[in-house]
C-alpha cells in the first residue's frame, strides 16, 4: 500500500492526477498525457486535471460564507426574486445519483423536501483495511449550499473516525477539498466528480499520515494556518509552486506570531474544527441524518 501511496503523491506533486476508480478505488494515472479529467473518464476510471472551467449562463460565482462553508449563487435578473427552492437543481441531482451510484455502489441517498443527503463508501485504495465514509448535504433552497464531511472506518474496529481537521472548514470540520474560487467542481458539475474528489482529498490525508507530508499543491490563506499546519517541505500554502520553506515560510515566521494567532482566532470564531454532533451520531449509528435546513444555512 505505501508504494502505491507514495507513487500518487509523487504524482501530485507534479500536478498529475491519479485515477478514481469505481468503489472509490484511488491509482497512479497511467495515462501518458494526463488529459482525461474525474467524472469523464471510459472503462470504470475517472481522472482529474486542474483546468479551467466553462462558462455557464445559470451559475456565476464561488464565496466563502462567515463560517468558511462555500455555496453557489445563480444567476438572476435584478429584477426577478429569487425562487425559495431549485427545481431544476432537485431535477438534476436525481439523474446524478443514477450515475452516482454506479461509480459508488454503496451509495444510500435520504430526500427531503428542501435538498439531498448522500451516503458513499470509498476503498481509497487496492488492498487497503482502511475506507472512507462520505456525507453530502445538498440544499435545493437559496444559496444551494453543499457541504461534506469524511469519517475513517478500518476493517478491525468498524468505529467511524472523523478525517480531520487538515484542510477542514471552520467551524463544523466539513471538507475543504479544493479552492472554491477555481470552480474545480461546481453544481453544474456531476455529483460523482465531487466524491471523486473528496476520495482523493482522503487519500491525501493517508499520505500526510504514513508518509509525514501533504502531496501537491494545497491553500492556507493565513499566515497563521500556515504555521501551524504546513510543513516545511510540502507544497506552500498561498497556492504557489515553491516548498513552504523557499515561499512564505520565512516571511510568515517574522512577522507578529501573537498578533497573527489573536487575528486568528477571531476570523475563525475562535472554535475548533469538529463535525456537529447529529452528523457524529448519525455516522456512528443513526437512521436518518439530520434536517438539512438546520446545517445548512448561510448566516
Known sequence: MLEVL????????????????????????????????????????????????PQWQELTRWWWDPQWQWATQWRRSPYTAPSVLSAGLKQKCEKDLILLSQAYPDTRSWREETGLW???ESALLPASLRKAIFLVGISFRWPFIVRGWGFWVDEFSG???????????????????????????????????????????????????????????????????????????????????????????????????????????????????????VISEFICGGKKPPCLDELLIVS
Open 6 to 53: 507514495e507513487k500518487i503523491g509523487n504524482q501530485l506533486d507534479r500536478n498529475i492526477f491519479p485515477s478514481v476508480k469505481n468503489g472509490g478505488i484511488v491509482v497512479p494515472n497511467t495515462n501518458s498525457d494526463h488529459s482525461t479529467t474525474l467524472g469523464s473518464g471510459q472503462h470504470n476510471e475517472r481522472q482529474r486535471k486542474r483546468q479551467t472551467a
Open 118 to 120: 448522500v451516503l458513499t
Open 159 to 277: 468505529i467511524p473516525l472523523w478525517i480531520g481537521p487538515r484542510h477542514t472548514n471552520f467551524t463544523d470540520g466539513s471538507i475543504c477539498a479544493f479552492e472554491p474560487s477555481d470552480e474545480t467542481w461546481t453544481l453544474r458539475d456531476p455529483i460523482v466528480g465531487l466524491l471523486d474528489i473528496y476520495t482523493l482529498w482522503a487519500v491525501r490525508h493517508l499520505h500526510l499520515e504514513f508518509l509525514g507530508r501533504w502531496p501537491g499543491y494545497q491553500v492556507a490563506h493565513h499566515p497563521y494556518e500556515r504555521i501551524l499546519e504546513i510543513r516545511e517541505d510540502e507544497y506552500c500554502g498561498c497556492g504557489g509552486s515553491e516548498q513552504y520553506k523557499n515561499c512564505c515560510q520565512p516571511r510568515d515566521l517574522r512577522r507578529n506570531r501573537l498578533t497573527d494567532a489573536i487575528d486568528f482566532r477571531l476570523m475563525t470564531g475562535g472554535c475548533e474544527r469538529k463535525p456537529p454532533s
